[in-house]
């Protein structure tokens, strides 16, 4: 018998029967009709109850699916006959870069040797893909710029010994110069209706270029000439009186400078870019944050580019005790004197360690979210919270967290719900479905945190986004970061003040506590400020109760100070300003009235040398 779908629910005695209780379930033709008598008026004015009936006894034979009609320009696999030669060595090439890594280079790399790269569009089209893997993995110029220097030296020994050619070295390089040139740009003539959004693709696409270019020009695969004329471009060094760059080609400027200028310094006359460099910083042509960056390279070039982690330790001093005869080491064995007994053996590594590296181990290790929390956790915290939205028992889901990570309590315990905070917050951040992040941020804003918890979550989160490089494959986390913090959370667990002094301050100084073990980049602490001045705009346009300059100062007086924290302090102040939330005048009045003041002394001296 047909089969159809009531999708009305049952009245009358039937409503009590557990048979027709349910919202919806499949009922026969026959159980339609016990409920004709039950209507008293059509449900809809085009509601014709025999033509349901009709349907049901008589199926409609289905229509076949109209069949699908391929585009122009839509996508078409090709017969492998049909493939030219050299569209299959781009393919072997994009094949190898994206599984290229550190363990398999070599084998990887012999692969690529293989391939035949003779003709100029070929060679074009493989300095395209390695330029554009390049630009998207910065952290990996170096590593793809050896492997253009590996192709141009196989191409240079092939013809050096007169064997059979399949690479053609000299295009290499004229297409990797082109290559550069066309980059650059194409960078240059970006255009968007967010101009602010242009600048940072700007910022961020000329800084992996000039770095890639660098990395090629210390395998001498460009000239020191063209580094020389990309530098005076942006510095205007040709000119007599060189006009001042701006905030993007000084970075540039410094990103470059940064990769070559030793090598560079070995084979040209730099002389006048670094009296031109020094001439913009003495007139303040620089920001503050750049100036201090490029006083850092200039310290580095004078320590003849010996950066302070590569000064070896001074040796210990030879002892100056005789070493015993072969006479007193017989009857040493014999019978020991007081004075032969053998000193002691030497104490394991963590005795000799130092009482700050002991601090900074133990910064390290407080920076980042236990070992214990794993993506399985975070999973876990998820659904419980999903859970919870429809239960809403709190209680019991703070004993759960409390419970995700194994320990003593009571610290494991806190430890635990500060890791599931970190979990929920760095899902809300990354996930694009408005559904789940207002379940995640549900989650963050109840009651079951305390506001240290709260402070150590998100402080742990945006670290871990910072180091781990998140923007790259999220770029929308750090706008959604700010946005929560400077709208749910201030109402509810973390206002402006506390933010500032227990999230973005400790932040600072767990990013200093990981760069000697992470590697940390310049890039941290932009993507900082980046961060910093998204909350203050979003603290602005939600009109959040914002403190007062001098609350500010003090709160930043109070907490520790690290070198991370000193280089973004003037971007720090400087967003301030911007926001209209001080200014320089307030700044040297608090300096004055905390000139004697012991605790605030370092935080005074530091904006008194911005002021200068």
């Known amino acids: ?81 049909s493939i030219s030669e050299g569209e299959k060595t781009l393919r072997n090439v994009q094949s190898v870069l994206n599984k290229l890594t550190e363990k398999n280079y070599e084998e990887l790399k012999q692969q690529v040797l293989q391939l035949h790269m003779q003709d100029s569009e070929v060679i074009d089209g493989v300095v395209k893909r390695i330029y554009d893997k390049a630009l998207d993995e910065p952290a990996f110029s170096a590593f793809y710029a050896q492997l253009c220097y590996d192709i141009a030296l196989y191409a240079h020994n092939c013809e050096k010994e007169n064997k059979s050619k399949t690479i053609e070295g000299e295009q290499l390089r004229k297409s990797i110069l082109t290559r550069a040139q066309a980059t650059f740009e194409e960078i240059s003539h970006l255009c968007s209706t967010d101009a602010d959004e242009v600048d940072k693709i700007r ?60 090598e560079l310094d070995k084979t040209a006359n730099t002389q006048r870019v670094w009296d031109v460099i020094h001439e913009h910083m003495t007139t303040d042509a620089f920001g503050t944050r750049l100036k201090f960056l490029f006083q850092n390279l200039l310290d580095l070039r004078a320590a003849n580019w010996v950066k302070k982690e590569e000064i070896p330790e001074p040796t210990p001093a030879p002892s100056l005790t005789p070493a015993p005869t072969q006479t007193q080491q017989v009857r040493g064995a014999v019978k020991r004197s007081p004075t032969d007994v053998p000193p002691p053996p030497p104490p394991p590594p963590s005795a000799e360690m130092s009482r700050e590296e002991k601090e900074r181990m133990k910064q390290a290790a407080l920076a980042c979210v236990p070992e214990t929390f794993t993506t399985e956790h975070l999973r876990k915290a998820c659904s419980i919270v999903r859970d919870t939205i429809l239960d809403r028992n709190w209680e019991k889901t703070k004993q759960e967290f409390s419970s995700m990570l194994p320990g003593e309590p009571p610290q494991a315990e806190k430890n635990s719900r500060m890791a599931c905070f970190f979990g929920l917050m760095k899902s809300a951040c990354l996930t694009s479905r408005d559904v789940d992040s207002k379940e995640y941020v549900t989650g963050l804003t109840n009651s079951v945190w305390d506001s ?16 781990e490089r998140v923007s790259e494959d999220c770029p929308k986390f750090y706008e959604r970061f700010a946005a929560i913090t400077a709208g749910s959370l201030a109402a509810s667990h973390i206002p402006v003040l506390t933010a500032i002094k227990d999230v973005f301050a400790r932040s600072a100084n767990y990013l200093d506590a990981l760069i000697p073990v992470r590697d940390g980049t310049v890039e941290w602490e932009l993507d900082f400020v980046t961060v910093w001045e998204s909350y203050l705009k979003g603290c602005v346009e939600t009109k959040r109760q914002l403190p007062t300059i001098v609350e500010v100062l003090d709160a930043l007086g109070s907490v520790r100070f690290t070198q991370t924290l000193r280089n973004i302090l003037p971007d720090f102040v400087q967003a301030l300003i911007l926001e209209n939330l001080c200014s320089k005048e307030e700044l040297e009045q608090w300096c004055s009235a905390n000139e004697a003041n012991p605790k605030m002394q370092e935080l005074v001296n530091e904006l008194t040398n911005m002021i200068l």
């Open 452 to 467: 240290s918890e709260v402070c150590r979550g998100v402080a742990w989160a945006l670290t871990d986004a910072i180091t």
């Open 1 to 81: 018998m047909s089969k159809s779908t009531l999708l009305f629910r049952s009245r009358g005695n039937l409503a009590n029967d557990p048979r027709y209780s349910s919202a919806a379930r499949v009922i026969s033709i026959d159980e339609m009709l016990s409920y004709r008598n039950t209507f008293r008026e059509k449900p809809t004015p085009e509601f014709d109850f025999a033509t349901i009936l009709y349907d049901a006894r008589h199926e409609k034979p289905v229509a076949p699916p109209a069949p699908l009609v391929t585009s122009e320009s839509g996508y078409r696999v090709k017969d492998a006959a």
């Open 203 to 262: 910022r961020k696409k000329l800084a992996n270029n000039i770095k890639f270019v660098g990395e090629l020009f210390l395998r001498n695969l460009l000239k020191a000439k063209v580094i020389i004329n990309i530098i005076a471009e942006i510095f205007s060094t040709t000119e007599s009186t060189p006009t001042p760059p701006s905030a993007i080609d000084a970075e540039v400027g410094l990103e470059l400078l940064n990769v070559v200028g030793k």
